[in-house]
C-alpha cells in the first residue's frame, strides 16, 4: 500500500529533504520536478521485498511527481523516480 511505503522511506531517510526544482502547470495539475536528498539511517523494505538495511549513506535522487486536481484539492498523485538508481545508493558500499 502507498501509505506504507511512503510511511517506510520516512523512517529510513528522517531527514529526507524534497527541493523542488521546476514546476509545469497544466489544465487540471501540474509537472513537478524535485531532487530528494536524505541520509539512510534506518533499514527499509522496498515494496518488491528487497531489504535494505540502515548503511548512513547519502542519497540525492532526482524525482518527478504528477499531481492532477480537482478545483483545489489533489485528485491524484503519481511518483516517478529510477528505482535502480535508488536502490544503488541504499545498498552498502562493498570493499
Given at each position: 500500500?502507498?501509505?506504507?511505503?511512503?510511511?517506510?522511506?520516512?523512517?529510513?531517510?528522517?531527514?529526507?529533504?524534497?527541493?523542488?526544482?521546476?514546476?509545469?502547470e497544466t489544465d487540471d495539475g501540474a509537472l513537478v520536478e524535485v531532487r530528494a536528498q536524505g541520509t539512510h539511517t534506518g533499514d527499509w523494505t522496498?515494496?518488491?521485498?528487497?531489504?535494505?538495511?540502515?548503511?548512513?549513506?547519502?542519497?540525492?535522487?532526482?524525482?518527478?511527481?504528477?499531481?492532477?486536481?480537482?478545483?483545489?484539492?489533489?485528485?491524484?498523485?503519481?511518483?516517478?523516480?529510477?528505482?535502480?538508481?535508488?536502490?544503488?545508493?541504499?545498498?552498502?558500499?562493498?570493499?
Open positions: 500500500d502507498a501509505m506504507a511505503h511512503e510511511l517506510g522511506i520516512l523512517a529510513a531517510l528522517p531527514d529526507l529533504q524534497m527541493a523542488v526544482q521546476r514546476v509545469t522496498a515494496p518488491d521485498g528487497e531489504r535494505f538495511p540502515a548503511s548512513g549513506r547519502s542519497i540525492d535522487a532526482p524525482m518527478a511527481l504528477v499531481m492532477v486536481f480537482d478545483g483545489d484539492q489533489v485528485r491524484a498523485e503519481r511518483i516517478y523516480f529510477d528505482q535502480q538508481t535508488l536502490h544503488d545508493s541504499l545498498r552498502p558500499l562493498t570493499a
